[in-house]
């Protein structure tokens, strides 16, 4: 296996272009075909057996507080004693293989330490965002209970109100500070810098994601201790990380992204990788970091990239940036223009999922092909096509259909294992030989892809996925609500916001203060980047036949704006127009 990421870091190291698409093609027609070994540890066959076995006293991770200026350093073996020294505590607290670990904090260095750790234990890690509410997490710890929690002192307290709902006790809570029942995570340094690792067999699911639906609450996306570490080597090869790269990605833990870009990406290929703690994304203070570190390779999301643009660049020296990415929806050709201006490098855009890796994307080999607006071409790990709505592969260009993976010819090493407990669930994504991503797209003649939108009405809002089915849970539970529809709004700088159409029970009229109550109900049990930023009050919302929501009608009405109805009566209200609120910005 270590042969493996040993020709990746020859791949992406190459200089001339069409050599390396050439050889990156072979290399995913070999790894498609390969046999894989029934047992795989990466924490100790590439991380430590590869990397720090060569390269110990490499910078591997530097964190910096933006505002603070302060600033931490860990080489390789730094990381690797720090792990097997948490591996081992847990190993005393009789924590282990098949056990799991909730990791709940901000951008902290002992977040890459429980990743390697969990992964050489065999222990089953679920990343989870600080901006869970109880109320969410009341629902996690229903559905898998915690055996281990990692959080920051701020995020203990809701765990711990969580836990006192549901009654669960969870074997060792790790504090990152001080609580009172809760064990600091600095507790971990008596224990020895050396520790024997799993033996996890390929198979065996090591990392669980929550991921929103249309329908019910979260899924459990399912990956093993192959399609993550293994599967990643798609995403290393689309970003083009090298062994010398300073990496950064702006992207929180907790959600897959920060596992693709800010943990395997780098650690892939013994790059080191930086991580900056903010509170609010200052344009300013991000790029004078970026400058500071010279980050060489840079992925972030389109938010972040529309207000870096939009700051006046040419007071950094940016000059060390060799590669720049994205990934979330299309960005707008004038955005990639002006970021090529300063830093003479074009933004190169790709496709994945929570359930994959790197599907789709423009490889580095493309920056000079690829065609503004296109999320670029299949990635060969995955045998990627277009399906119409009979399931019918689609060879025509400029045909929309749903995006596809086959799975006749071979299995994409990154597709995940299962939605962990949902049968129905995967019996509907996974149809006739094909695995549907719920995403619908078309490709051009010469073979580039076009991103369309989602098919299954997950809303997509800056970064954040969110399902409509959780807010309209949360909206319905106020007692003048009837019915509550939810649809992502068009929005240029978030790409979609959450728009709520309200249905009040008989005798309850509409009205500003209404509104708000209904914002601030929401805020109480929602995180905050999943409450509506819109709610307009109706009489009733398409439907079909069989009482399904028509969404499709919904986004197209959303599309324009409302008309006052009855004698001028407001019916639509915007979350930033209450100063009684955080704040009057669109945030």
Request: proline content about 6%; glycine content about 6%.
């Amino acid at each position: 296996m270590k042969a493996l990421y040993q020709e990746v870091i020859q791949i992406n190291q190459m200089a001339d272009n069409a050599e390396k698409e050439k050889r990156a093609e072979s290399f995913f027609a070999k790894l498609n075909n390969m046999a894989m070994p029934t047992h795989f540890n990466w924490a100790s066959q590439i991380f430590e057996d590869l990397h720090v076995k060569d390269t110990p006293d490499k910078t591997a991770l530097v964190w910096h507080d933006i505002h603070t200026g302060g600033k931490k350093t860990f080489s390789y073996l730094d990381l690797s004693e720090k792990a097997n020294q948490l591996v081992n505590f847990l190993a005393q607290n009789k924590v282990g293989n098949t056990h799991n670990m909730y990791m709940m904090a901000p951008v902290l260095p002992e977040i890459w330490i429980a990743g390697i750790a969990c992964i050489k234990a065999g222990i089953v890690a679920v990343p989870t965002a600080t901006t869970m509410t109880p109320r969410e997490l009341e629902y996690r710890f229903e559905t898998y209970k915690p055996d281990v929690v990692l959080a920051d002192e701020a995020s203990a307290e809701l765990i711990d109100q969580a836990a006192q709902q549901t009654g669960i006790h969870p074997k060792v809570k790790l504090v990152l500070g001080i609580r009172e029942g809760w064990t600091c995570f600095d507790e971990i340094n008596t224990q020895s810098t050396k520790a024997r690792a799993a033996e996890t067999r390929s198979d065996d699911v090591l990392f669980c994601f929550f991921t929103s639906g249309t329908t019910g609450l979260p899924k459990r996306v399912g990956h093993t201790a192959l399609s993550y570490p293994v599967g990643h080597l798609s995403t290393t090869v689309v970003i083009g990380t090298q062994p010398n790269d300073i990496h950064h990605n702006l992207s929180a833990p907790g959600w897959a992204k920060w596992s693709w870009s800010s943990f395997f990406v780098p650690f892939n290929v013994g790059a080191t990788v930086t991580a900056f703690a903010f509170t609010t994304l200052d344009p300013v203070l991000y790029l004078k970091a970026l400058e500071r570190h010279r980050v060489t390779t840079f992925c972030a999301p389109p938010t972040a990239w529309r207000m870096f643009v939009n700051t006046d660049l040419s007071g950094f020296d940016l000059s060390c940036l060799r590669q720049s990415i994205s990934a979330g929806e299309p960005l707008n050709p004038d955005v990639i223009t002006r970021w090529k201006k300063h830093t003479s490098t074009r933004i190169r855009d790709f496709y994945g999922q929570t359930e994959s890796t790197a599907m789709i994307g423009n490889a580095p080999w493309m920056a000079k092909t690829m065609r503004s607006g296109s999320f670029g071409k299949p990635i060969p790990m995955y045998d990627v096509a277009l399906a119409d709505d009979e399931g019918n592969e689609i060879k025509t260009p400029d045909t929309v259909g749903h995006i596809v993976v086959r799975l006749d010819r071979w299995r994409g090493i990154g597709l995940f294992c299962e939605y962990i407990g949902n049968p129905e669930k995967m019996s509907a994504v996974f149809v006739d030989n094909f695995y549907y991503t719920g995403d619908r797209a078309s490709f051009d003649t010469d073979g580039f892809w076009w991103f369309v939108g989602r098919a299954d009405d997950v809303i997509k809002s800056s970064d954040f996925r969110i399902g409509p089915f959780e807010v309209e849970s949360a909206l319905v539970e106020h007692p003048a609500v009837a019915e509550a529809a939810v649809v992502g709004a068009p929005d240029p700088q978030r790409y979609q916001l959450v728009k709520a159409y309200v249905i009040l029970n008989q005798g309850v009229e509409p009205n500003r203060d209404l509104a708000l109550d209904l914002f601030r109900h929401t805020t109480n049990i929602l995180a905050k980047f999943k409450i509506p930023r819109i709610i307009e009050f109706v009489t009733e919302v398409p439907k079909t036949i069989s009482g399904k929501i028509r969404r499709i009608e919904l986004r197209e009405m959303s599309a324009s704006p409302s008309e006052p109805h009855g004698q001028g009566q407001m019916t639509e209200y915007f979350y930033w127009d209450f100063p009684e609120l955080s704040s009057k910005k669109r945030q």
